[in-house]
């Protein structure tokens, strides 16, 4: 068989070239131009060689061609498949198929199936389709949740799900309606929950029965968590600000504590609540108490040893929980809030922690008000120098709220002047340092011969005034010869030796069903005392009872 004529080509429906023995062409179709342009052109140097070879070997061969892009030709960059045909002595004949169209489908198809690839990617974590008995036949190739994709596969949906997943209705796993961004709780391979957002579409056959569903999922676990730890701070938040605004708008500061108690138990939803303050000596002292009882004792070591620290405890009382945190003021611990949590309750979560250490913030400024108004009160009632009582809380506070009870307890009470005498003296020859000296002596002196529920009050200068509760006139009077003998110590302090430092005292008692009122008893003790400045000091005398006129040495 001879190779082709010129003419014979023609009759080929696509491009076609014929070759001579010289591997020159001598003739093409009409759709074989734009392939005999770029061979004329030397731009097919490949096709050369292969038409050469085949016409030496006598062996057909065949190869995929692109036309070189040619932006002023239409043909440029096409693509044919050609069949290179030797004939042995006469040539070849090249015969194409023009593939343009079918590559071009290709690659729109390969870049179509990326492009859906690549946003299945960016929106989800994992693709995944259900048979119609609900068990996953297909996963992504990369798995999900800490799976490998072969571990789905015959497993139900519901088999992820977390213990404490709360699903309303059907998983959108076995959709029969499509669903998008529905919300599930599960069970990631380490164990820890996650949550997964599902979009699916139900899968029907041609009868329109469900034959499974397909579907995308995103895992949404840190959105969720930082949505849930939003909440939870704007709880807080609104918990201490109620907690604040109840303790602000209380204006005694005596009170701000014992409010504050059930307040904050309230608020973290505790059994019951104590409140320690630093007082002056440095001692953790109850401040406030509400709701069930705790261990005390052991609550107080607990703050001593651990809020002294400035750390907070925590330890179990009777099967339940119990926290402390320390409170501060200006960086300083000055206080202690403790909670215990309900019966059959023990542990504290991590939002209770970071509510309870916000509350202590505010109860040491708290605190701090509660310190400032006591000290503020304990200076108004007591004496600069010596730290007693002063004249106005002795006569206006103290004796009042005393003889208050002793009139209801129907029980007697001694009241008892003191006067240094020749005091002025200790001044004038030895200054006023040594005179102060003399005023905490005596004072030290009257701390000694006192009970502890007795009271002391410096009433100015050198004048001392006592208190004794439940006391009669026979041992005051022995009470007060005491003080007496144990005042020769002050002579050290005396201005000159014929005038020595000493006391007089002045003796009155009350008695509740005398009728007497304060100022009375107060002017017989007064007068007491003065008569024995009279008649040479260093003595007592005790007033005679009321309405009577007789003084008893």
């Not at 198929?97 to 990617?121: C, P």
């Not at 200068?461 to 007496?484: H, I």
Request: aromatic fraction near 6%; include cysteine.
């Amino acid at each position: 068989m001879g190779a082709p004529s010129a003419r014979t080509i023609q009759e080929y429906d696509g491009p076609a070239l014929l070759f001579g023995p010289d591997a020159r062409v001598t003739a093409t179709t009409r759709k074989g131009e734009a392939i005999f342009t770029a061979w004329r052109a030397g731009r097919l140097s490949a096709l050369d060689d292969l038409v050469q070879g085949a016409i030496k070997s006598g062996q057909a061969a065949d190869t995929v061609l692109q036309l070189p892009i040619d932006p002023g030709r239409i043909e440029s960059g096409s693509v044919f498949h050609l069949a290179i045909v030797p004939f042995p002595g006469e040539g070849a004949v090249v015969l194409g198929r023009d593939m343009t169209l079918e590559r071009n489908l290709q690659s729109a198809l390969i870049e179509s199936r990326q492009r859906y690839k690549d946003l299945v990617d960016v929106y989800s974590d994992f693709a995944w389709e259900v048979d119609s008995e609900g068990r996953f036949s297909f996963v992504s190739p990369r798995g999900a949740l800490g799976y490998e994709a072969g571990e789905f596969i015959g497993k139900r949906p519901e088999e992820l799900l977390f213990e404490t997943a709360a699903v309303d209705g059907p998983l959108p796993f076995g959709a029969k309606v499509a669903t998008d961004k529905e919300e599930i709780w599960v069970r990631r391979a380490d164990g820890v929950e996650a949550c997964i957002q599902v979009s699916s579409v139900p899968l029907t056959s041609d009868d329109n029965g469900w034959r499974g569903a397909r579907g995308v999922c995103r895992d949404v676990t840190e959105d969720r968590r930082k949505d849930q730890a939003l909440d939870r701070a704007y709880l807080r938040e609104k918990l201490l600000h109620h907690i604040i605004a109840t303790i602000r708008d209380e204006v005694d500061p005596q009170n701000i504590l014992t409010i504050a108690a059930p307040t904050v138990a309230d608020a973290i939803g505790a059994a019951g609540c104590m409140i320690h303050h630093l007082d002056p000596d440095g001692k953790f002292v109850l401040a406030a108490e509400f709701g069930e009882a705790m261990a005390q004792e052991k609550i107080t070591k607990t703050v001593d040893s651990f809020a002294r620290k400035a750390v907070s405890q925590e330890f179990t009382f009777q099967g339940r929980g119990v926290i402390t945190f320390p409170t501060f003021y200006r960086r300083e611990v000055n206080g202690a809030v403790s909670l215990i949590k309900p019966a059959g309750n023990a542990t504290w979560s991590e939002d209770d922690r970071m509510l309870i250490e916000d509350v202590a913030n505010q109860l040491g400024i708290a605190n701090a008000q509660v310190a400032n108004h006591e000290r503020v009160l304990r200076l108004s009632r007591t004496d600069g120098m010596t730290g007693l009582l002063n004249r106005r809380a002795f006569f206006e506070e103290e004796i009042p709220r005393r003889i208050r009870r002793l009139e209801a307890e129907k029980e007697t009470a001694a009241l008892m002047y003191v006067d240094l005498d020749n005091f002025k003296l200790v001044n004038d020859v030895h200054g006023h340092a040594r005179g102060d000296d003399a005023i905490l002596a005596l004072r030290d002196l009257l701390i000694e011969h006192t009970r502890p529920g007795d009271a002391i009050a410096r009433l100015g200068g050198d004048e001392f005034a006592l208190w004794f509760d439940n006391m009669g006139a026979e041992s005051a009077m022995k009470r007060a010869k005491a003080v007496l003998k144990a005042s020769k110590a002050l002579q050290s302090f005396s201005g000159k030796p014929d005038k020595p430092l000493g006391v007089s005292l002045g003796l009155a008692i009350y008695e509740p069903n005398s009728g007497e009122a304060l100022p009375g008893l107060l002017a017989r003790a007064d007068a007491a005392m003065y008569e024995v400045k009279r008649h040479g000091k260093g003595s007592v005398l005790l007033a005679p009872p009321a309405g009577s006129s007789k003084p008893r040495k």
